[in-house]
């Protein structure tokens, strides 16, 4: 038995397997594996000002410089490069009546409750943040979440909280637990919404204890962060499934991103498998115009011709809406290709899927 090797007390002190590979997570350049071909002293630029952090079960997934799933993952020297982006182009910071909340929108909030990932995503739009001091160890840090669980309790206006961060299933089951028991306790909040990207860089967080954790929350939704079709493995199907068979809607927020998924075959294929692994895809974000993440952007018309694309040869269950975010706070807005050719005041003049112009009754 492999019990009978443990130490006496050892059993205590273990980690599950997901702090493991927290734990076990490479943050230099100079770890990743040997074969690949990097520049370290350049790279580790780019980390001294943007950090680092690939769980071991997303680096096994990468096979070689040119992987769309290296692209999201290792630092690139571009970062450092990018002269024309802000730090914070939505204006987070002044919409944030307390440090771990963000309230732009009247009747729902975001609420940051770790600044901890799986991954550190290098096209990540709080790429200002993730990493830096941990919300969840520490005085200083359990004190924001404390304003920010008061906040909410005191703006009743306020029907949905957004756990997001950083990842908000870096935190222990018992610590989420406890805050998420502290909101089902404000009446006026109705919905509870958790942003995590662990169910494609680390599904092994998702166990049996978490679900039954999260069971008790309902109604809750997941939304979480898929790019690629290789990012869906078994593991990752598992996870959504254990998810999913606990009554827990599943969406996805992808961004598109230059050179990862900026053609029409790959994302299609990325939404058709999102469904079958019961994902709903929810957003197709346009990259926000953040400072270090300049040459993931594509053109927006790209973004156009993907949804033109997938219009009709996809099952409309997979489609997105495609959505920018306007800088300064202004909030999200969705973004449809240009269906209405003409207007009269009988009819309209549209072009449907296969780029045929079709007349319209009013
Ligand atoms: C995106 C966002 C939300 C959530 O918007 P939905 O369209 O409901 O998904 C809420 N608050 C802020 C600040 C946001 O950026
Ligand atoms: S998991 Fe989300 S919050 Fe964390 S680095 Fe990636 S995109 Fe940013």
């Given at each position: 038995?492999?019990?009978?090797?443990?130490?006496?007390?050892?059993t205590?002190?273990?980690?599950?397997?997901?702090?493991?590979?927290?734990?076990?997570?490479?943050?230099?350049?100079a770890?990743?594996?040997?074969?690949?071909?990097?520049?370290?002293k350049?790279?580790?630029?780019?980390t001294?000002?943007?950090?680092m952090?690939?769980s071991?079960?997303?680096?096994?997934?990468?096979?070689n410089?040119?992987?769309?799933l290296?692209?999201?993952?290792v630092?690139?020297?571009?970062?450092?490069?990018d002269?024309?982006?802000?730090?914070?182009?939505?204006a987070?910071?002044?919409?944030?009546?307390?440090?771990?909340v963000?309230?732009?929108y009247?009747?729902r909030?975001?609420?940051?409750?770790s600044?901890?990932?799986?991954m550190?995503?290098?096209?990540?739009?709080?790429?200002?943040?993730?990493?830096?001091?941990?919300?969840?160890?520490?005085?200083?840090?359990?004190?924001?979440?404390?304003?920010?669980?008061?906040?909410?309790q005191?703006?009743?206006?306020?029907?949905?909280?957004?756990?997001?961060?950083?990842?908000?299933?870096?935190?222990?089951t018992?610590?989420?637990?406890?805050?998420?028991?502290?909101?089902?306790?404000?009446?006026?909040?109705?919905?509870i919404?958790?942003?995590?990207?662990?169910?494609c860089?680390?599904?092994?967080?998702?166990?049996?204890?978490?679900?039954?954790?999260?069971?008790?929350?309902?109604?809750?939704?997941?939304?979480?962060?898929?790019?690629h079709?290789?990012?869906?493995?078994?593991?990752?199907?598992?996870?959504?499934?254990?998810?999913?068979?606990?009554?827990?809607?599943?969406?996805?927020?992808t961004?598109?991103?230059?050179?990862?998924?900026?053609?029409?075959?790959i994302?299609?294929?990325?939404m058709?498998?999102?469904?079958?692994?019961?994902?709903?895809?929810?957003?197709?974000?346009?990259?926000?115009?953040?400072?270090?993440?300049?040459?993931?952007?594509?053109?927006?018309?790209?973004?156009?011709?993907?949804?033109?694309?997938?219009?009709?040869?996809?099952s409309?269950?997979?489609?997105?809406?495609?959505?920018?975010?306007?800088?300064?706070?202004?909030?999200?807005?969705?973004m449809?290709?240009?269906?209405?050719?003409?207007?009269?005041?009988?009819?309209?003049?549209?072009?449907?899927?296969?780029g045929?112009?079709?007349n319209?009754?009013l």
């Amino acid at each position: 038995m492999e019990n009978s090797k443990l130490k006496p007390n050892q059993t205590h002190t273990e980690k599950s397997p997901w702090q493991n590979q927290v734990g076990q997570a490479i943050t230099s350049p100079a770890q990743l594996p040997k074969g690949f071909n990097v520049d370290i002293k350049a790279l580790t630029k780019v980390t001294r000002q943007y950090p680092m952090l690939i769980s071991p079960y997303y680096l096994s997934l990468i096979e070689n410089e040119q992987d769309p799933l290296w692209k999201q993952a290792v630092p690139d020297v571009r970062e450092l490069e990018d002269e024309q982006n802000m730090e914070d182009p939505l204006a987070e910071e002044p919409q944030s009546p307390v440090p771990a909340v963000i309230h732009r929108y009247p009747g729902r909030v975001i609420f940051l409750v770790s600044n901890r990932c799986a991954m550190y995503c290098r096209h990540c739009m709080r790429k200002r943040k993730v990493g830096e001091e941990d919300l969840h160890f520490g005085k200083k840090s359990s004190k924001k979440i404390e304003e920010g669980l008061q906040y909410i309790q005191s703006n009743t206006a306020v029907n949905e909280v957004i756990l997001s961060g950083g990842d908000p299933l870096l935190l222990g089951t018992e610590q989420l637990d406890r805050i998420l028991s502290t909101l089902k306790t404000f009446d006026h909040v109705r919905i509870i919404r958790i942003h995590t990207r662990t169910l494609c860089t680390l599904p092994c967080r998702i166990t049996d204890n978490l679900v039954m954790m999260l069971k008790k929350y309902q109604p809750l939704y997941i939304n979480t962060h898929f790019n690629h079709p290789r990012e869906i493995t078994p593991e990752s199907t598992k996870a959504c499934e254990k998810l999913a068979n606990a009554g827990i809607s599943l969406g996805c927020q992808t961004v598109l991103l230059k050179g990862v998924n900026d053609d029409a075959d790959i994302m299609g294929e990325l939404m058709t498998r999102l469904l079958e692994i019961r994902v709903k895809p929810y957003y197709l974000h346009h990259p926000d115009p953040v400072a270090g993440t300049a040459h993931f952007r594509p053109d927006i018309n790209v973004g156009f011709d993907i949804m033109k694309h997938m219009r009709g040869r996809l099952s409309g269950m997979c489609i997105p809406q495609y959505m920018i975010d306007l800088p300064g706070g202004e909030g999200k807005v969705p973004m449809l290709p240009d269906y209405v050719k003409s207007r009269s005041p009988k009819t309209i003049q549209v072009e449907n899927y296969q780029g045929k112009i079709c007349n319209y009754p009013l």
